[in-house]
């Protein structure tokens, strides 16, 4: 089931995800093209007893010693060390402030006594000469104070060819993986979040006890209705129940949201599925039928009467409650009428089914 529900995510935001991942290759290419390269040279030392040494028992006291890495360690330390390597640069005449872009350290292999010397920076001939210099300054100064143990080049670095950073094909395919999930994130996000405010937006265009749209919303509709299509047909019709006028104010909340969603629900079967339902006041609904004219609108609200005339039943008292609907209906009598007009002659038309016998009036005159 979440399976399906990320995989949907993933199907109707396809779009988002791909220009995410697409941005996050775009910036790592552009990062790899407008860094300066930088490549590594590396020289390995070992470390091992004196040649010197010539009682068995000293060579193996000196193995012990090496085995527990402490020497290793004091080594390493001399390698790092600002002394070392400002001699270095000495040596090779070398100006510090230039350098401010290399780094120098060492690695320890695991289970040997071989320490690798590591300088990477832009330029691969500095970068070699430096890691050397300081791989023939250390073993110089290591000579001159340890006995015991000796330490050599066993392999001195070599000019690279190969930039250790940025490698545009490998920090591209990451990007590519990183910008894939971290789309698939935002969609989910962006769905998470799209649930509430869509939830919100309802239930600010909606009404609370019927769950049609509100007065305000109806009005918005209307007016979008006239503008988008100001040549085809436009009917409203208002319906006020008469036998609810009195017990609005007298029913209980919930038994009066139950009413009036059957209502609502009775409306929105008796109509078209582009047909719009709003409530217009304590009693009444508003009804918008586009694309229909007044003849058509009328028989279509003289059939929602009858369906409204039968009392609806009321499951919390057992009761039931006779509406007693009259309606009055317009339609729109030119292109650039606005909706002020259409609902005047609306409220005129129900005023005058209030005092008709038929129950429901189509009016198209004029407002006096």
């Excluded at 490998?170 to 935002?186: H, K, P, S, T, V």
């Excluded at 405010?197 to 305000?216: F, N, P, V």
């Excluded at 319906?239 to 017990?247: D, N, Y």
């Amino acid at each position: 089931m979440i399976l399906r529900y990320y995989f949907r995510i993933i199907q109707q935001a396809w779009w988002l995800i791909a220009v995410i991942t697409l941005l996050a290759w775009t910036i790592s290419l552009g990062v790899s093209f407008s860094t300066i390269p930088h490549y590594r040279a590396k020289a390995s030392l070992i470390v091992y007893p004196n040649a010197s040494l010539t009682s068995s028992r000293d060579v193996v006291t000196s193995l012990d010693t090496l085995d527990k890495r402490s020497i290793t360690s004091t080594y390493e330390n001399i390698l790092n060390s600002e002394r070392v390597y400002d001699e270095a640069i000495k040596i090779l005449s070398l100006n510090k402030r230039d350098l401010k872009y290399y780094k120098h350290y060492t690695e320890v292999q695991s289970g040997s006594n071989t320490i690798n010397l590591i300088v990477e920076g832009p330029d691969p001939r500095i970068g070699s000469k430096l890691a050397n210099a300081i791989g023939e300054n250390s073993i110089r100064y290591i000579k001159g104070i340890y006995q015991v143990f000796d330490i050599t080049f066993l392999d001195q670095a070599v000019t690279s060819t190969t930039r250790f950073r940025p490698q545009a094909l490998r920090d591209g395919g990451i990007a590519l993986g990183i910008g894939f999930l971290a789309g698939i994130l935002i969609a989910i996000l962006v769905d998470q979040l799209r649930v509430p405010l869509e939830s919100l937006r309802k239930r600010s265009i909606t009404d609370r006890l019927s769950s049609a749209y509100t007065q305000a919303h109806f009005k918005h509709l209307l007016e979008e209705e006239i503008a988008q299509s100001p040549s085809e047909p436009v009917a409203m019709a208002l319906m006020e129940f008469e036998g609810l006028r009195e017990l609005v104010d007298g029913l209980p909340e919930p038994v009066l949201r139950d009413l009036l969603h059957k209502v609502t629900d009775i409306l929105r079967r008796q109509l078209r599925g582009n047909d719009i339902v709003g409530r217009w006041s304590r009693s009444s609904f508003s009804l918008l039928l586009p694309g229909t004219p007044g003849a058509a609108a009328t028989r279509t609200m003289e059939r929602i009467r009858q369906a409204l005339t039968e009392p609806i039943a009321i499951e919390a008292t057992n009761e039931s409650v006779s509406l007693e609907p009259c309606i009055g209906i317009t339609e729109r009598l030119k292109e650039d009428e606005p909706s002020k007009l259409l609902i005047e002659r609306a409220e005129n038309a129900l005023e005058q089914a209030r005092q008709s016998e038929k129950k429901t009036v189509f009016f198209v005159g004029e407002i006096e």
